[in-house]
């Protein structure tokens, strides 16, 4: 496979997981418009919980690979309106597209504050957000040539390390399901570091995210 070729497979990869992003709010928002205010709304106070998501992660021409993402959470209102907290998760990705394959790990523990746009009566409430924090990622890029009788063969192994800075962007939907339950579907873009081409990788790395995490309130 030649290098443009590589590289168009990539940015279709790309589009393929924005549009499927996209779909997602898009599904949300027609939920939110037919959603009802509720006289009560559960699960307002401090909450712990955690998250499944679908993610997918890239350098700056390579996509590394999609995969499993969990997460567990703590959280607590400040005001009316926006709710602070922390997250700690693991996101293993891989990939492997015949001549170049990925392997790599990333943890993160970040902090996140999310600003609701309606009141905690409502059984659904909108919301956008960010996160910051730390994040280290692990594993290798292995090349693959033409063995004998044209198998491929691992030519080149090149692994990394890195311990960044990272962040993020999220929207979603915070559904009251009972009065110490709630279920948040989220979709979130971030990255990992800064401009930094040193070791196998280009960094920033980009990382889409979407999934869905459950809380469950301390007190009624």
């Known amino acids: 496979m030649t290098a443009g070729s590589a590289h168009a497979r990539s940015a279709g990869n790309r589009r393929q997981l924005t549009a499927l992003l996209v779909g997602a709010v898009l599904l949300y928002g027609v939920g939110v418009v037919h959603a ?13 919980g955690g998250s499944v998501a679908l993610a997918s ?3 700056d021409e390579t996509h590394l690979g999609r995969g499993a993402a969990t997460a567990v959470e703590v959280s607590t209102p400040l005001g009316a309106h926006v709710r602070a907290g922390v997250d700690a ?3 293993r990705h891989s990939r492997d597209s015949g001549y170049l394959a990925a ?3 990333v943890l993160h523990l970040m902090g996140r504050a999310d600003l609701y746009v309606a009141p905690r009566t409502w059984t659904v409430r909108p919301f956008i957000g960010a996160a910051v924090g730390i994040a280290r990622t692990t594993g290798a890029l292995t090349l693959y040539g033409s063995g004998s009788q044209g198998a491929l063969a691992a030519t080149t192994r090149t692994p990394w ?3 960044k800075t990272a962040w993020n962007l999220h929207l979603g939907a ?3 399901a009972r009065s110490r339950l709630a279920v948040r579907p989220e979709v979130s873009v971030g990255a990992i570091g800064t401009t930094d081409t040193a070791g196998a990788l280009e960094l920033p790395l980009l990382r889409l995210q979407g999934g869905v995490a459950v ?3 301390l007190r009624r």
């Open 215 to 217: 809380e469950w309130a």
């Open 103 to 105: 392997r790599g790990d």
């Open 161 to 163: 390390t890195h311990t």
């Open 57 to 59: 992660l890239w350098d």
């Open 36 to 48: 009802q205010p509720a006289a009560t709304a559960g699960a307002n106070g401090t909450t712990v």
């Open 174 to 176: 915070r559904v009251a």
């Open 89 to 91: 998760g693991w996101f």
